[in-house]
């Protein structure tokens, strides 16, 4: 992908619906899996982007380990 487009995706990542609703249903899928297991879990995003995923992945108090790969070079 292009610069140009990895920048518009940095732009609207925290705003579009799609990106909002993917995030959402991510960090419930997390969520209830960590809970499920009684305990905080590791999480590794691959081709995590310009990694807006994964500072929302952050803030949850239920990962104890968070890492992300993206192979692009712009992202």
Request: net charge positive; aromatic share 10%.
């Amino acid at each position: 992908m292009e610069l140009s487009e990895y920048q518009v995706l940095a732009k609207v990542e925290g705003s579009h619906w799609w990106f909002r609703h993917l995030h959402w249903k991510i960090l419930q899928i997390i969520t209830s899996r960590a809970a499920s297991l009684g305990r905080q879990v590791t999480v590794f995003d691959a081709g995590c982007g310009t990694g807006g995923l994964l500072s929302k992945i952050n803030m949850l108090n239920c990962v104890s380990r968070l890492a992300g790969s993206e192979p692009n070079e712009y992202a």
